[in-house]
């Protein structure tokens, strides 16, 4: 997810300086190198090989969005030694977009350009959730299903439910972790640096994704950071990233984590929420020339997201140390929304406790579950 740009600066600023001194380190220390930390086998596995691993049943599915890619989606049809249909609580599927480490292909090439081959967050609300909500719909044969998304998939849910009322009715609940609308209260990186970046992007990179996910986050992972001496060095770039606090991650898991962040993201979906930055504002990505906003949108300027038009009934959880949903701006979005039925704020929580949270099933999805069942009775 983008809305993890802030630890990415972050991390990217302190390379330099970190391969100065595993270099310096290594020199100097190497009989060190051979003390080893026991690794985590999920570190070389991908989402279905990791689901397997837990003796957990799964399935995979291929779903072909409006515009021609290929998403996967993956489907944890019941629980372990059970049998599919037992228990009243619907099966869980993991989706996943456009830009994300596990897409596989695209079947209709659209015309390179750095600005249009992956898109935004903008495509994923209105092809990628659709394809993927359409999909579980025909397959399941249910009327309405409950949706649960997490930083950016939360941004892409808002979106979708206040543009297409009629999807939204087969919504039946929202859950809402360390929601994404608002970025006034982003302090990291700087607002100043977006119009910058937007500029430098443009000029120079012109790339199809920026940080993608290589063959070198699993070498960091499991042979780098595998070795006590660079441990402490590599816990620092791993709380860089997402956090400034030891006290809530199973950090024995750092291969893991290592090995499959970050997952990369697409040039403009990177300009897009830089411009969500600046102006203040959920809107649709803007093409900075009337000519193309107007083919695009019929208008010289890009439309905003009006999220007091979604109806969809909603759950949020939010994070009192979150600098990317920010306290503030879960506030305002708070003061908003038309059919807000909870919001929990947990004091301690970062952007990424809601992931990685060694609580978070005691603070946030038991509540999920005690939720859904309750409503199933109803």
């Not at 579980?136 to 439910?161: A, D, M, N, P, R």
């Not at 809530?248 to 403009?268: A, E, H, K, Y």
Request: hydrophobic share 40%; with cysteine; proline share 6%.
């Amino acid at each position: 997810s983008s809305a993890f740009v802030s630890g990415r600066f972050q991390m990217l600023r302190r390379l330099p300086v970190i391969a100065c001194w595993m270099l310096i380190i290594g020199v100097t220390n190497g009989s060190s190198l051979k003390s080893k930390i026991p690794k985590n086998p999920e570190a070389y596995m991908n989402i279905s090989q990791m689901i397997s691993y837990w003796n957990y049943p799964n399935e995979q599915y291929d779903i072909v969005t409006k515009d021609g890619y290929i998403l996967d989606l993956y489907r944890i049809p019941h629980g372990k030694g059970g049998s599919e249909g037992t228990g009243k609580i619907r099966s869980l599927r993991l989706g996943s977009h456009r830009d994300g480490k596990w897409i596989l292909e695209i079947v209709n090439l659209p015309p390179a350009s750095c600005l249009s081959f992956f898109g935004s967050f903008d495509e994923m609300a209105k092809y990628d959730l659709p394809a993927t909500i359409d999909f579980i719909v025909k397959k399941t044969g249910q009327e309405q299903l409950y949706y649960v998304g997490h930083s950016q998939g939360t941004t892409i849910g808002f979106i979708l439910f206040s543009i297409d009322p009629k999807l939204a009715q087969r919504i039946k609940m929202f859950f809402g972790l360390a929601p994404v609308v608002f970025l006034k209260g982003s302090k990291n990186p700087p607002t100043k640096i977006y119009p910058f970046l937007e500029a430098v992007v443009k000029a120079v990179l012109c790339e199809k994704r920026i940080l993608p996910h290589t063959k070198f986050n699993r070498f960091l992972g499991t042979k780098i950071c595998s070795l006590q001496i660079f441990r402490w060095l590599c816990e620092k770039i791993f709380l860089d990233f997402i956090s400034d606090d030891y006290r809530n991650l199973n950090m024995s898991r750092l291969d893991v984590f290592l090995s499959n962040l970050p997952g990369g993201t697409s040039i403009q979906n990177i300009v897009h929420w830089g411009q969500i930055v600046t102006s203040g504002h959920l809107q649709a990505f803007d093409w900075k020339k009337p000519a193309l906003n107007m083919a695009h949108y019929n208008q010289v300027t890009p439309p905003l997201y009006n999220v007091t038009l979604m109806r969809t009934p909603t759950a949020l959880w939010s994070g009192g140390t979150d600098v990317v949903a920010d306290p503030t701006d879960v506030d305002s979005l708070l003061s908003i929304l038309p059919n807000l039925v909870y919001h929990k704020r947990i004091p301690h929580y970062t952007h990424l406790d809601f992931c990685f949270g060694v609580d978070s099933h005691l603070l946030i999805f038991y509540e999920i579950l005690d939720m859904i069942k309750k409503n199933m009775q109803t």
